[in-house]
């Protein structure tokens, strides 16, 4: 990794440490520049802006959200195992990460998160979307959109893992089995 690319990674790790602390709306760029010990001046070498550094956190993060998510994935899986394996890799990656997780529910929620962010992330899960239709034509999973699967999946699983981050439930084990099952039958077609 280059020196640029270096700096710009402890800008955004910085800006990250931040926003777990403050709302998103809150951090200034100067914040962000003494916390990743940098002149505020040399920022704008990096980014164009605080809009810009957060979009560029928002990608990079998506980014390994879906690489964590399909991890393992195979389409020789059955539909249910895929829909099960899509929940545990995406709770266990908020888990990892709960300050990547609580930042990006901010992005998705403030003014930043277009409807062209919203498509490349749609994009980005193809894979995923892909398996839904697979399921749906084959009569695993209810004939909806599956886009909306998809968000049904991941509201599931970020419900789930806010509850267990703030301590309210323990997911664990046989619990995490039960929590999985849930969602599969939420999504299921009615031929099970």
């Not at 998160?113 to 839904?132: C, M, N, P, R, Y």
């Not at 886009?147 to 323990?170: F, Q």
Request: net charge negative; hydrophobic share 40%; aromatic share 12%.
């Amino acid at each position: 990794m280059d020196k640029k690319q270096e700096k710009r990674n402890r800008i955004m790790e910085a800006c990250l440490r931040l926003t777990s602390k403050e709302v998103i709306g809150k951090v200034s760029l100067r914040d962000v520049a003494a916390e990743a010990k940098i002149a505020a001046g040399s920022f704008y070498t990096y980014f164009s802006d605080m809009d810009d550094l957060l979009s560029s956190m928002y990608e990079h993060w998506l980014d390994r959200k879906v690489e964590a998510m399909t991890y393992g994935d195979e389409s020789s899986l059955s539909s249910e195992d895929r829909l099960k394996l899509y929940w545990e890799n995406l709770f266990t990656f908020y888990q990892k990460h709960p300050d990547v997780f609580d930042f990006m529910r901010q992005f998705a929620h403030s003014p930043l998160f277009t409807k062209k962010i919203l498509d490349g992330e749609i994009q980005k899960l193809d894979s995923v979307i892909t398996a839904f239709e697979r399921g749906i034509a084959q009569g695993d999973f209810r004939y909806m959109h599956p886009t909306a699967m998809l968000y049904i999946l991941s509201g599931h699983a970020a419900s789930c893992a806010r509850l267990h981050l703030a301590g309210k439930v323990d997911i664990i084990d046989y619990q995490m089995d039960v929590v999985k099952q849930s969602c599969w039958d939420s999504l299921r077609s009615m031929k099970y």
